[in-house]
């Protein structure tokens, strides 16, 4: 009867040890998976933020384009008066990619149209050597030019952290971090299916 007891007790706690080995193996896996949501969770939010960051660069860059072109636009009116329909032309574009909304697509057709009067308004310049000449417009020119660099410097950099922030959106398992925390795709800033218009403002010199 003794031995039996015993038995009876070594069982018992042999199933209490094999109780205990399980829901150690289960505190340890829900504590990994804790871990693993936590790392996945904070690398989303850091995509979000680095992609609003690239973003906003984008934004300093085209005020400083659109504060430039009035000053261009007064000083080729300067020296060819009489065309005054490429300078409305300039103006309402710029007025249009300052007000427009909705997606980046949309967005990226207003900039491409904008660069397009732009490229207009310089091909005049070709017809004024004296304005060729003239110091401020030269001067405004190499600013723009210069703009138009950074614009499409941080354009890349955004559109790097958006892939990035779309890829881990998309990929197993990162997609169920996304899903109950709505972690949401982002557009790409691309420009329009255009050769000329993907080529920055040509500057002469």
């Known amino acids: ?3 039996a007891g015993h038995h009876a007790i070594i ?3 042999e199933i209490i040890l094999i109780i205990m ?12 998976f804790i ?28 005020k400083r384009r659109y504060d430039l072109i009035p000053n261009l636009v007064n000083t080729v009116k300067g020296y060819a008066t009489h065309e005054s329909g490429a300078f409305e032309k300039v103006s309402e574009a710029r007025s249009r990619a300052m007000q427009s909304g ?13 660069t397009g009067t732009l490229k207009s308004l310089f091909a005049i ?15 405004l020119q190499r600013e723009l030019s210069d703009t138009e660099n950074k614009i499409q410097s941080a354009r890349r950099f955004y559109n790097g952290n958006v892939r990035d922030l779309n890829i881990a959106i998309e990929s197993f398992p990162g997609n169920v ?18 050769d000329e218009a993907q080529k920055p403002v040509e500057v002469k010199f």
């Open 102 to 114: 909705g997606s980046l697509a949309e967005k990226g057709e207003a900039e491409n149209a904008l």
């Open 21 to 32: 080995t399980i829901l150690y193996i289960i505190l340890g896996v829900v504590v990994l």
């Open 177 to 194: 971090i996304a899903g109950v925390f709505h972690f949401s795709k982002m557009e790409l800033f691309d420009l329009a299916d255009n």
């Open 35 to 62: 871990l693993w949501a936590v790392v996945a969770y904070n690398s989303f939010v850091s995509y979000v933020n680095r992609t609003k960051e690239a973003w906003a660069d984008i934004e300093v860059q085209l």
């Open 1 to 3: 009867m003794q031995i």
């Open 11 to 13: 069982s018992i706690l």
């Open 125 to 139: 310049s070709e017809a004024y050597p004296d304005l060729k000449a003239n110091t401020n417009f030269l001067e």
